[in-house]
Antibody, heavy 115, light 110 residues
Framework: EVQLVESGGGLVQPGRSLRLSCTGSGFNFGDYAMTWVRQAPGKGLQWLGV??????????EYAASVKGRFTISRDDSKSVFYLHMNSLRTEDTGLYYC??????WGQGALVTVSS | SYELTQPPSVSVSPGQTARITCFGD??????VYWYQQKSGQAPVLVIYEDTKRFSGIPERFSGSSSGTVATLSISGAQVEDAADYYC?????????????FGGGTKVTVL
Protein backbone atom coordinates (compact mmCIF):
# COMPACT_ATOMS: atom_id res chain seq x y z
CA GLU A 1 0.00 0.00 0.00
CA VAL A 2 1.33 3.40 -0.98
CA GLN A 3 1.69 5.68 2.01
CA LEU A 4 2.96 9.24 2.29
CA VAL A 5 3.56 10.95 5.61
CA GLU A 6 4.38 14.62 5.97
CA SER A 7 6.24 16.05 8.96
CA GLY A 8 7.85 19.28 10.04
CA GLY A 9 4.86 21.57 10.14
CA GLY A 10 4.21 24.05 12.90
CA LEU A 11 4.08 27.70 13.90
CA VAL A 12 6.77 29.95 12.44
CA GLN A 13 7.29 33.69 12.44
CA PRO A 14 7.16 35.71 9.23
CA GLY A 15 10.51 35.90 7.50
CA ARG A 16 11.75 32.65 8.99
CA SER A 17 12.39 29.32 7.29
CA LEU A 18 10.87 25.88 7.65
CA ARG A 19 11.52 22.49 6.11
CA LEU A 20 8.79 19.93 5.51
CA SER A 21 9.56 16.27 4.94
CA CYS A 22 7.52 13.61 3.19
CA THR A 23 8.35 9.95 3.70
CA GLY A 24 7.05 7.42 1.23
CA SER A 25 6.51 3.70 1.64
CA GLY A 26 4.90 0.85 -0.24
CA PHE A 27 6.52 1.71 -3.56
CA ASN A 28 9.94 2.16 -5.11
CA PHE A 29 10.40 5.80 -4.12
CA GLY A 30 13.26 6.50 -6.51
CA ASP A 31 11.16 5.63 -9.55
CA TYR A 32 8.69 8.48 -9.10
CA ALA A 33 8.43 12.22 -9.40
CA MET A 34 7.06 13.80 -6.23
CA THR A 35 4.98 16.93 -5.78
CA TRP A 36 3.95 19.46 -3.12
CA VAL A 37 0.50 21.05 -3.02
CA ARG A 38 -0.91 23.39 -0.40
CA GLN A 39 -4.32 24.54 0.69
CA ALA A 40 -4.85 27.80 2.57
CA PRO A 41 -7.62 27.71 5.20
CA GLY A 42 -10.99 27.58 3.47
CA LYS A 43 -9.40 27.92 0.04
CA GLY A 44 -8.61 25.75 -2.95
CA LEU A 45 -5.62 23.66 -3.91
CA GLN A 46 -2.40 25.25 -5.11
CA TRP A 47 0.32 23.32 -6.90
CA LEU A 48 3.74 24.33 -5.54
CA GLY A 49 6.26 22.25 -7.41
CA VAL A 50 7.60 18.91 -8.50
CA UNK A 51 10.90 17.03 -8.37
CA UNK A 52 11.45 14.42 -11.02
CA UNK A 53 13.15 11.11 -10.45
CA UNK A 54 16.80 10.50 -11.29
CA UNK A 55 15.94 8.98 -14.65
CA UNK A 56 14.67 12.43 -15.60
CA UNK A 57 17.61 14.20 -14.02
CA UNK A 58 15.98 14.93 -10.67
CA UNK A 59 15.00 18.31 -12.06
CA UNK A 60 12.51 20.61 -10.38
CA GLU A 61 9.70 22.91 -11.46
CA TYR A 62 7.99 25.50 -9.27
CA ALA A 63 4.90 27.64 -9.28
CA ALA A 64 5.76 31.21 -10.16
CA SER A 65 4.36 32.38 -6.82
CA VAL A 66 6.97 30.46 -4.79
CA LYS A 67 9.90 30.24 -7.19
CA GLY A 68 13.01 31.59 -5.53
CA ARG A 69 11.65 31.13 -1.99
CA PHE A 70 10.78 27.42 -1.98
CA THR A 71 13.11 24.57 -2.93
CA ILE A 72 12.32 20.91 -3.35
CA SER A 73 14.93 18.22 -2.83
CA ARG A 74 14.95 14.46 -2.33
CA ASP A 75 16.95 11.68 -0.71
CA ASP A 76 16.00 8.45 -2.41
CA SER A 77 18.17 6.42 -0.01
CA LYS A 78 15.74 7.42 2.76
CA SER A 79 12.58 7.52 0.63
CA VAL A 80 12.12 11.14 1.65
CA PHE A 81 11.65 14.39 -0.18
CA TYR A 82 11.61 17.88 1.21
CA LEU A 83 10.11 21.32 0.83
CA HIS A 84 12.47 24.03 2.01
CA MET A 85 10.57 27.26 2.58
CA ASN A 86 12.37 30.56 3.09
CA SER A 87 11.20 34.10 3.82
CA LEU A 88 7.83 32.82 4.94
CA ARG A 89 4.81 35.10 4.75
CA THR A 90 1.47 35.01 6.52
CA GLU A 91 -0.13 34.02 3.22
CA ASP A 92 1.96 30.83 3.23
CA THR A 93 -0.22 29.54 6.06
CA GLY A 94 -1.99 26.36 5.10
CA LEU A 95 -2.06 22.60 4.91
CA TYR A 96 0.82 21.24 2.86
CA TYR A 97 0.31 17.96 1.06
CA CYS A 98 2.91 15.78 -0.57
CA UNK A 99 1.82 13.50 -3.35
CA UNK A 100 3.04 10.91 -5.72
CA UNK A 101 1.57 12.29 -8.89
CA UNK A 102 -1.20 12.20 -9.41
CA UNK A 103 -3.09 9.69 -7.30
CA UNK A 104 -1.49 9.31 -3.89
CA TRP A 105 -1.64 12.03 -1.24
CA GLY A 106 -0.41 12.36 2.30
CA GLN A 107 -2.71 13.69 5.01
CA GLY A 108 -1.01 17.05 5.11
CA ALA A 109 1.21 19.10 7.41
CA LEU A 110 -0.14 22.33 8.88
CA VAL A 111 2.07 25.38 8.58
CA THR A 112 1.08 28.55 10.38
CA VAL A 113 3.03 31.70 9.70
CA SER A 114 2.28 34.26 12.37
CA SER A 115 4.03 36.56 14.77
CA SER B 1 -0.28 33.05 -15.29
CA TYR B 2 -2.26 30.12 -16.58
CA GLU B 3 -5.68 29.52 -15.03
CA LEU B 4 -8.33 26.83 -15.01
CA THR B 5 -11.85 28.15 -14.50
CA GLN B 6 -14.59 26.21 -12.71
CA PRO B 7 -18.04 27.31 -11.53
CA PRO B 8 -18.01 27.96 -7.77
CA SER B 9 -21.00 25.76 -7.09
CA VAL B 10 -23.33 23.19 -8.63
CA SER B 11 -26.53 21.86 -7.08
CA VAL B 12 -28.23 18.64 -8.07
CA SER B 13 -31.09 16.53 -6.78
CA PRO B 14 -30.36 12.95 -5.79
CA GLY B 15 -30.52 10.68 -8.82
CA GLN B 16 -29.99 13.51 -11.29
CA THR B 17 -26.84 14.31 -13.28
CA ALA B 18 -24.34 16.90 -12.11
CA ARG B 19 -21.91 18.39 -14.60
CA ILE B 20 -18.85 20.40 -13.61
CA THR B 21 -16.89 22.26 -16.25
CA CYS B 22 -13.27 23.29 -16.34
CA PHE B 23 -12.04 25.84 -18.90
CA GLY B 24 -8.41 26.33 -19.85
CA ASP B 25 -6.59 27.42 -22.99
CA UNK B 26 -4.18 24.48 -22.86
CA UNK B 27 -6.74 21.74 -22.30
CA UNK B 28 -6.79 20.83 -25.98
CA UNK B 29 -3.21 19.59 -25.63
CA UNK B 30 -2.86 18.66 -21.95
CA UNK B 31 -4.67 16.04 -19.91
CA VAL B 32 -7.17 16.94 -17.19
CA TYR B 33 -7.47 15.22 -13.85
CA TRP B 34 -10.38 15.53 -11.42
CA TYR B 35 -10.24 15.34 -7.64
CA GLN B 36 -12.93 15.02 -5.01
CA GLN B 37 -12.31 16.53 -1.60
CA LYS B 38 -14.63 16.04 1.34
CA SER B 39 -14.40 18.22 4.41
CA GLY B 40 -11.31 17.55 6.51
CA GLN B 41 -9.92 14.97 4.10
CA ALA B 42 -7.18 14.85 1.51
CA PRO B 43 -8.26 14.99 -2.13
CA VAL B 44 -9.06 11.75 -3.94
CA LEU B 45 -8.35 11.18 -7.61
CA VAL B 46 -11.57 10.52 -9.49
CA ILE B 47 -10.70 10.87 -13.18
CA TYR B 48 -7.29 10.86 -14.86
CA GLU B 49 -6.17 11.56 -18.41
CA ASP B 50 -9.48 13.23 -19.27
CA THR B 51 -11.72 10.17 -19.24
CA LYS B 52 -10.28 7.31 -17.17
CA ARG B 53 -11.87 6.40 -13.86
CA PHE B 54 -9.40 5.77 -11.06
CA SER B 55 -9.46 2.51 -9.15
CA GLY B 56 -12.44 2.15 -6.84
CA ILE B 57 -14.35 5.12 -8.25
CA PRO B 58 -18.03 4.37 -8.96
CA GLU B 59 -19.14 4.14 -12.58
CA ARG B 60 -21.49 7.10 -12.14
CA PHE B 61 -18.40 9.34 -12.40
CA SER B 62 -17.22 10.09 -15.92
CA GLY B 63 -15.00 12.61 -17.64
CA SER B 64 -14.88 14.16 -21.06
CA SER B 65 -12.84 16.81 -22.80
CA SER B 66 -13.32 18.79 -25.98
CA GLY B 67 -11.18 21.69 -27.06
CA THR B 68 -10.61 24.03 -24.14
CA VAL B 69 -13.27 22.58 -21.84
CA ALA B 70 -13.28 19.44 -19.73
CA THR B 71 -16.35 18.13 -17.94
CA LEU B 72 -16.83 15.88 -14.95
CA SER B 73 -20.26 14.24 -14.86
CA ILE B 74 -21.90 12.48 -11.95
CA SER B 75 -24.81 10.43 -13.29
CA GLY B 76 -27.37 9.54 -10.67
CA ALA B 77 -25.73 11.67 -8.02
CA GLN B 78 -25.80 10.32 -4.48
CA VAL B 79 -25.87 12.26 -1.23
CA GLU B 80 -22.35 11.02 -0.50
CA ASP B 81 -21.08 12.74 -3.68
CA ALA B 82 -21.47 16.13 -2.02
CA ALA B 83 -17.94 17.53 -1.92
CA ASP B 84 -15.57 20.01 -3.49
CA TYR B 85 -14.26 19.02 -6.91
CA TYR B 86 -11.07 20.32 -8.48
CA CYS B 87 -9.74 19.97 -11.99
CA UNK B 88 -6.00 19.84 -12.51
CA UNK B 89 -3.83 20.16 -15.59
CA UNK B 90 -0.41 21.35 -16.69
CA UNK B 91 0.91 24.18 -18.78
CA UNK B 92 4.20 24.75 -20.49
CA UNK B 93 5.45 28.31 -20.31
CA UNK B 94 8.71 30.21 -20.20
CA UNK B 95 8.91 29.12 -16.56
CA UNK B 96 8.83 25.47 -17.52
CA UNK B 97 6.04 22.98 -16.99
CA UNK B 98 3.80 23.81 -14.06
CA UNK B 99 0.74 22.24 -12.56
CA UNK B 100 -2.46 24.21 -12.10
CA PHE B 101 -5.66 23.51 -10.17
CA GLY B 102 -9.00 25.02 -10.92
CA GLY B 103 -10.60 27.08 -8.20
CA GLY B 104 -12.88 24.24 -7.16
CA THR B 105 -16.61 23.56 -7.43
CA LYS B 106 -18.77 22.85 -4.42
CA VAL B 107 -21.32 20.19 -5.31
CA THR B 108 -24.47 20.08 -3.24
CA VAL B 109 -26.80 17.08 -3.50
CA LEU B 110 -30.24 17.69 -2.05
Amino acid sequence: EVQLVESGGGLVQPGRSLRLSCTGSGFNFGDYAMTWVRQAPGKGLQWLGVIRNKAYGGTTEYAASVKGRFTISRDDSKSVFYLHMNSLRTEDTGLYYCLRPLAYWGQGALVTVSS
Amino acid sequence: SYELTQPPSVSVSPGQTARITCFGDALSREYVYWYQQKSGQAPVLVIYEDTKRFSGIPERFSGSSSGTVATLSISGAQVEDAADYYCYSTNISVNGKEGVFGGGTKVTVL
